[in-house]
């Protein structure tokens, strides 16, 4: 015969083995909720807290009368726990499939404008990196810019203000931008065999054309 005490810690042990063959996923669960179902007791620094503000163990908020459908909070709001990676984005696919063609029209415009924005500020970048490359290897070999918008454009402000010239400020558009990096590109690959992509400079262009997988972005993707 087992005492009430070596029973208990039998039982225990069970349990705990059978919760240990179960998958980490659903033992995280099953934790999770077992914490969140127990009552928040006195001895509960958070507890203590409202005690202090007036709290009486009753209820949250106001009740409104016995007609009124406002009631004080008994329990306290569910927390939801989100268990996948997935965002808004799959939740708006999942909405216009099932709202119907026209949504998902929407939907199509939407992710199509989404996906031009994130190329422009993807070439805007590039062009930026080839920029500094570019300075940094013209700098090397004591040359000058081979073109204003080869360097970038704080260098170039600054040199124009030494020699009292006027810089263009404008903003290129994103056709412009597009071509620049273009330019850019084959003037570091053809002067210097550098890839802005693969960070590299190639000691020839035959090393270049081995090496790397190409003179554009996606190339390298």
């Known amino acids: 015969m087992f005492s009430r005490t070596t029973k208990r810690e039998h039982e225990q042990e069970k349990k705990k083995r059978e919760h240990d063959l179960k998958p980490k996923k659903q033992r995280e669960q099953e934790t999770l909720q077992e ?9 509960n620094k958070g507890y203590q807290i ?7 163990g009753k209820t949250l908020g106001k009740s409104c009368g016995e007609g009124s459908t406002s009631r004080g909070l008994k329990e306290p709001i569910p927390i939801v726990i989100k268990t996948d990676r997935k965002g808004i984005r799959e939740k708006m696919i999942k909405s216009s499939e099932a709202s119907g063609p026209q949504e998902c029209v929407l939907l199509g415009r939407f992710q199509d404008k989404e996906k031009r924005n994130l190329d ?13 490359a570019c300075f940094n290897l013209d700098s090397l070999e004591g040359k000058g810019p081979e073109k204003e918008y080869f360097w970038p454009w704080h260098v170039m402000k600054a040199l124009k203000e030494k020699e009292e010239e006027e810089i263009d400020e404008q903003e290129p558009t994103e056709e412009e931008y597009s071509q620049q990096l273009i330019e850019i590109t084959k003037y570091l690959r053809e002067t210097y065999f550098y890839c802005v992509w693969c960070g590299t400079r190639f000691e020839n262009d035959n090393d270049l054309k081995e090496s790397c997988p190409g003179d554009t972005k996606v190339s390298h993707d």
């Open 35 to 43: 914490a969140l179902s127990k009552p928040i007791d006195s001895s």
């Open 50 to 56: 409202l005690m202090r503000m007036g709290f009486e």
């Open 120 to 132: 422009v500020r993807q070439t805007r970048s590039d062009v930026c990196l080839s920029r500094k």
